[in-house]
Nanobody, 114 residues
């Protein structure tokens, strides 16, 4: 059974930084595409960033240049470094593992105040 556990969320003022972590267990992490998504109140869940096993990344336009996704296969962990945070980044952030079956973490709150 795959489990994804996010950590590192919290509250920060605009312009600040946070680093989210997602620890995976129960899968061959190193060969999986991983992603971060977010869902703000009243809005649909949206893609934030993706990383493949080779380290190739993709970002939503709204976070390009501010967020960085990375992975540490030895620790079965994917990270999302968020900088220059804006109030509109406020959302619940979810980690996702892609595969024949997709798995989601439980989500973690990020709140950015102006």
């Amino acid at each position: 059974q795959v489990q994804l556990v996010e950590s590192g969320g919290g509250s920060v003022q605009a312009g600040g930084s946070l680093r989210l972590s997602c620890a995976a267990s129960g899968s061959t992490f190193s060969i999986k595409d991983m992603g971060w998504y977010r869902q703000a109140p009243g809005k649909q869940r949206e893609l934030v960033a993706l990383i493949n096993p080779g380290g190739t990344t993709n970002y939503a336009d709204s976070v390009k240049g501010r967020f960085t996704i990375s992975r540490e296969d030895a620790k079965n962990t994917v990270y999302l470094q968020m900088s220059s945070l804006k109030p509109e980044d406020t959302a619940v952030y979810y980690c996702k593992q892609f595969g024949r079956l997709d798995y989601w973490g439980q989500g973690i709150q990020v709140t950015v105040s102006s």
